[in-house]
């Protein structure tokens, strides 16, 4: 299993990004895809979650009404739209796939991409 994750950069507050991470070796209509992020000098957080199937969508508290998940499954990618960014969602973002039982804890997981860096900063 591959992910590539692009997308990220700077961009100043309340402005919008949107992050992709391509798979390979993993069918997205089948497992599910987790994004995470990591601040400096913080422990990583998850951020959204998209499930195989039926596509069901997980936001963490933070960044509810601004990030919007979705995938293609004709291009295997899956996206995290990101608006009206702080300041506080500068990190590496990273995506990662599985068949988690529990979406927001990382060692669910089996694969993870390399990670992108979005910075929000005037």
């Known amino acids: 299993v591959q992910l590539q994750a692009s997308g990220g950069g700077l961009v100043q507050p309340g402005g919008s990004l949107r992050l992709s991470c391509a798979a390979s070796?993993?069918?997205?209509?089948?497992?599910?895809i987790g994004w995470f992020r990591q601040a400096p000098g913080k422990e990583r957080e998850w951020v959204s979650y998209i499930s195989g199937g039926d596509g069901r969508t997980l936001y963490a508290n933070s960044v509810k009404g601004r990030f919007t998940i979705s995938r293609d499954n004709a291009k295997n990618t899956v996206f995290l739209q990101m608006s009206s960014l702080k300041p506080e969602d500068t990190a590496v973002y990273y995506c990662?796939?599985?068949?988690?039982?529990?979406?927001?804890?990382?060692?669910?997981?089996?694969?993870w991409g390399q990670g992108t860096q979005v910075t929000v900063s005037s």
């Open positions: 990662a796939a599985g068949w988690p039982s529990i979406p927001a804890v990382e060692s669910e997981y089996d694969d």
């Open positions: 070796g993993f069918t997205l209509d089948r497992g599910a």
